[in-house]
């Protein structure tokens, strides 16, 4: 769904230079309502990642180090290396040293998905119903162990539990509007004819059919781009749940908001012990990357919002716009962090939010975009189409009932 919804504005910004965040603020109504709106909305879902990731990563350095102590000790290291941690995602993004650090994350976390697939042929898992799980949608429920062991996991509403993994994987508005930004460096179609500063107005496009054909062309990096990272986030999720349900549901066992990936290390230790070293070193990189990517995607996602609409934006230095952009991530995740014990309550709002219910408002607003400045021959075909409105009405819904239910909780 969320492969789809991210590839239909990845074509729209290849076909017409422009960020479809920027062709937003001409929707009916007061202009540039809907850029400010998912700009806002996005930046305000900043800093519960922000202090929901570092929190997982700091539970991850005690479980490396074998830290021990009590649950209160565990809770205040797992706070301090998450400070760290967001100290020095900051520096480092202030300093604009990512590049080698992407290419060695891509590097680790791509050994970590063969070995993650590999485990998954291993554990042997009763295949015919991963098909049916995969493919037969149905509401889950938690098994009655679950009830008894883990209360605390069991009070979580089944469909608030939903709609936070189903806005954790893959990510949501806040991650897709800077990824889209770093297009401009790739420079794909009529991209390159285009800085993102302001709306320049529509550039005529030639309906010829060698024209038509050159900017399907076009479409090919977009496809490879958005088709083989979403793959991965496919067959990751794939694999972790088809090995969380061979592995760990005979056990009967859940990870702990304080130690929470001991247990998924039994998913490649099934090959040799050794592998445990392995699989800490990917996943710690592979949140570490996380949070430091994240930083420069906000930044990014912060610019693709507000340039285009905000003079004062436009006319502010870059580098004290990012200054703006992590001096105000850091200063909103460090409250969150200190102030909340489990990581996954942190991100809950935010993962609902921006990462499920705006992603099918997205699709709709796509639509609305494709029809309203492409040409008939460039415009979405009906395959397509029909695929963005299912995207957009199931994740709409999700959203919307997840929202409800986390709403009514909270009084």
Same mark, same amino acid.
């Given at each position: ?9 990845? %074509? ?19 202009? @540039?309502?809907?850029?400010? &709106? ?5 930046? #305000? ?16 350095? @005690? ?15 797992? %706070? ?10 900051? &520096? ?13 994350? &891509? ?9 993650? !697939? ?12 991963? #098909? ?13 162990? !679950? ?16 709609? &936070? ?14 990824? #889209? ?23 005529? =496009? ?31 999720? =794939? ?14 066992? =859940? ?51 507000? %340039? ?5 934006? %436009? ?7 990012? #200054? ?17 014990? @489990?990581? !996954? ?67």
């Amino acid at each position: 769904l969320k492969g789809i919804q991210v590839y239909t504005a990845a %074509r729209h910004f290849t076909l017409t230079g422009e960020h479809p965040v920027t062709h937003w603020g001409q929707f009916p109504g007061p202009r @540039n309502w809907v850029p400010w &709106t998912v700009g806002i909305v996005s930046v #305000l879902c900043y800093p519960f990642w922000l202090a929901g990731l570092p929190m997982f990563i700091g539970t991850t350095i @005690n479980w490396i180090f074998g830290i021990a102590g009590s649950e209160a000790e565990l809770l205040f290291y797992a %706070r301090l290396w998450g400070t760290l941690c967001i100290l020095l995602a900051v &520096t480092l993004t202030w300093l604009q040293s990512y590049g080698a650090l992407e290419k060695v994350q &891509t590097f680790l976390v791509g050994l970590l998905l063969l070995s993650i !697939v590999a485990a998954c042929f291993a554990a042997k898992p009763d295949w015919l119903a991963a #098909l049916a799980g995969t493919f037969v949608p149905k509401v889950p429920d938690y098994a009655p162990w !679950v009830k008894d062991a883990y209360p605390k996991v069991a009070e979580i509403p089944v469909w608030i539990a939903i709609g &936070t993994f189903l806005g954790a994987i893959g990510g949501g508005t806040y991650d897709y509007i800077g990824y #889209l930004g770093c297009f401009r460096e790739k420079k794909w179609g009529l991209i390159q004819s285009r800085d993102g500063s302001k709306d320049s107005g529509l550039l005529p =496009i030639d309906e010829s059919p060698e024209n038509i054909r050159r900017g399907k062309r076009w479409l090919l990096p977009a496809k490879i781009d958005v088709g083989v990272g979403f793959f991965c986030v496919l067959l990751f999720t =794939i694999c972790f749940l088809t090995l969380g349900a061979a592995m760990l549901h005979p056990q009967e066992l =859940i990870p702990d908001s304080a130690d929470p990936l001991k247990h998924q290390a039994e998913f490649v230790t099934q090959f040799h012990p050794a592998m445990k070293y392995f699989y800490q070193l990917g996943i710690f990189m592979a949140f570490w990357g996380t949070i430091y990517g994240a930083y420069e995607i906000y930044i990014r996602t912060a610019e693709e919002c507000f %340039r285009p609409i905000s003079r004062r934006v %436009r006319e502010m230095p870059k580098r004290k716009f990012r #200054l703006i952009v992590l001096i105000y991530c850091a200063a909103g995740a460090l409250p969150l962090l200190w102030l909340m014990e @489990n990581p !996954v309550k942190i991100v809950t709002p935010a993962a609902i939010i921006g990462g499920v219910f705006m992603c099918g408002l997205w699709c709709f607003l796509m639509i609305w975009t494709d029809r309203h400045f492409l040409p008939k021959p460039l415009q979405m075909g009906r395959t397509l189409l029909a695929l963005t409105v299912v995207s957009g009405t199931v994740l709409t819904v999700l959203g919307l009932k997840a929202l409800w239910d986390y709403a009514v909780g909270l009084f």
